[in-house]
């Protein structure tokens, strides 16, 4: 069983830009925006510039944000609000809401709390930065990465690896002047969705609880979608060997929608990966043979020609949904049945479902897919503080 226990820890911050329990969030991160259109949905807002401009933007507005060469471009209904290099637009009150939708290039509306800034970024798009706070954004992170059909207990365990993983990865986009991007990259973040009930209920019970190692540090909260029946060591499919992220046989992740899926891919291609990757192909062969390859539990390379192939590759070319397959030669294609989702290491969020379903506790779930691991609250000491504070 986990031990839970309060510890208290003196840590110098690093983080000077962060205002205290507030995160700091890229959005749309992975897209080239460069006009983007705000409206206010609850509240009132000041939007002021680098400049010393200061406008207040209520209800009927919509402001017009767009990258005009090396300066934005702020318009209004009736008027246009200057040239600047940076812009921030901040509520007048908490609980405020506006809606964010990206023109240019034309991306899905979404809404959000908080303080909005939106500055150059050096590749010729906007930078657009969600200051939001801590636990809402913990909120946010589990609908968006699990739905909202799952039971409390499961949405406890990703609560405590959402805030876990953010803790452990906050100074990831430092030198963009955030602390974590929106998209896989880091957790995907899609503001304020459904304000799902049990989800916030969750959260809130799990305030401030993190999961740390032996040694009580923040662990690499990795989680995947299904891990197939088995789950893989760290090392299999990164660099570094933790000793928390141990292989696994799971039980939990049969009957489930991505426990099975099958997939094709050409022979022609298939030898052109080959050559590629550098496989020695005899002269004559028989791809029945050759190519045929099954596994029954979790291995990391296939073998083609007595030559070692990692099965990472195959699935990162060839877009997979995981290491987890066998491969059956049938006259031009190769037929790809696999199990699982994901890159199969930490907790399978679908087993995870099942145990709550089976009236497991969040202990209980988080124990299971991370080895010998505790959980911490660091919300009743000063280190959640320090961590986010200037």
Known sequence: MIRKFIFFIIIISIFQNLKSQDIRIGLYHKFDVKTLVFKPLKGAYYLENDKGFKEKIRGNDVIYITLVGDQISVWGIEKHMGLSQKIAISPKRENSMYSLEPAFPALKKRRYEGKLEIAIHPEDKLTIINQVGFEKYVASVVEAESGTRAKHEYYKSQAIISRTYALNHIDRHEN???????????????????????????????????????????????????????????????????????????????????????????????????????????????????????????????????????LKHVRNKFKLRSTFFSIYPENDKLIVKGRGYGHGVGLSQEGAMQMARMGKSYEEIIDFYYHNVELMNIDSTTYLTRLLSQ
Request: charged share 20%; proline share 4%; net charge negative.
């Open 176 to 310: 963009e002047n955030f602390n974590l991007c929106d998209d896989v990259h880091c957790q995907v973040y899609k503001g304020i969705q459904t304000r799902n009930k049990t989800i916030h209920s969750a959260v809130s019970t799990t305030k401030g609880l993190v999961i740390t190692d032996e040694n009580r540090q923040l662990i690499t909260a990795a989680f995947h979608s299904n891990s197939g029946g088995f789950t893989i060591n760290s090392e299999d499919v990164w660099s570094a060997a933790m000793p928390y992220l141990r292989g696994k046989k799971d039980p939990y992740w049969a009957d489930q929608h991505n426990s099975h899926w099958t997939d094709t891919i050409l022979l022609s291609d298939w030898v052109d990966f080959m050559e590629h990757i550098g496989i020695q192909l005899p002269e004559k062969y028989d791809p029945d043979i050759i190519f045929s390859f099954n596994q029954s539990v979790r291995v990391r390379n296939m073998t083609v020609a007595g030559q070692l192939v990692p």
